[in-house]
């Protein structure tokens, strides 16, 4: 069309699902990971040396393990924020397990789980008005994400409030 210029990677939603950003779960959605969290916050000891540092240095080998493990082709997880939906994906060529609309939601809360805040990570829950639509489990600092996601629904509905309704829809 004259006049209109393309923006270089800007995909309008009614032509195709582009991904916006991806965010990969961290051990703190596990709930080993989340033990091995409130361990490592102790304080407790005698000088550089806290019961928590101890812990870590003891426990190396379950927390490589619990990070490899969920790397493994089959149980790799990944959240992807598209300019249609937010999706939990599972495996190396990603399945989509769960979703919501961009439109389906109208909040995000940021829930910080005892053992989370030890990695700086979240659950991201996705509400509309009072039911939760989707949670994303241990998001590793979940603020940005969160934030990513709004502004996208917000575009997302501001545009979708701009399209004319099709002919014999509503």
């Known amino acids: 069309m004259p006049g209109q210029t393309a923006i270089s990677g ?4 009614g032509v195709a699902e582009a991904t916006v950003m991806t965010v990969w779960p961290s051990v703190a959605s596990t709930s080993i990971g989340q033990t091995l969290g409130r361990l490592y916050r102790l304080k407790g ?3 550089p040396l806290s019961l928590g540092r101890m812990a870590l240095l003891a426990t190396i080998p379950v927390g490589l393990m619990l990070y490899l493990s969920m790397r493994l082709p089959w149980a790799i997880m990944r959240y992807r924020l598209t300019n249609r939906r937010v999706t ?3 495996g190396i060529n990603p399945r989509v397990e769960q979703y919501v609309d961009l439109d389906r939601f109208d909040a995000i809360d940021v829930v910080v789980s005892p053992g989370q805040e030890w990695y700086a990570a979240g659950d991201l829950v996705f509400r509309r008005g009072p039911i939760e639509t989707l949670r994303l489990p241990g998001v590793s600092r979940p603020e940005s994400f969160r934030r990513t996601c709004l502004e996208v629904r917000q575009s997302y509905v501001s545009v ?3 399209q004319p309704v099709p002919v014999g829809a509503g």
């Open 10 to 13: 800007v995909v309008p939603p």
């Open 45 to 47: 000891g005698f000088g």
């Open 88 to 90: 939990i994906e599972r």
């Open 160 to 162: 979708a409030a701009l």
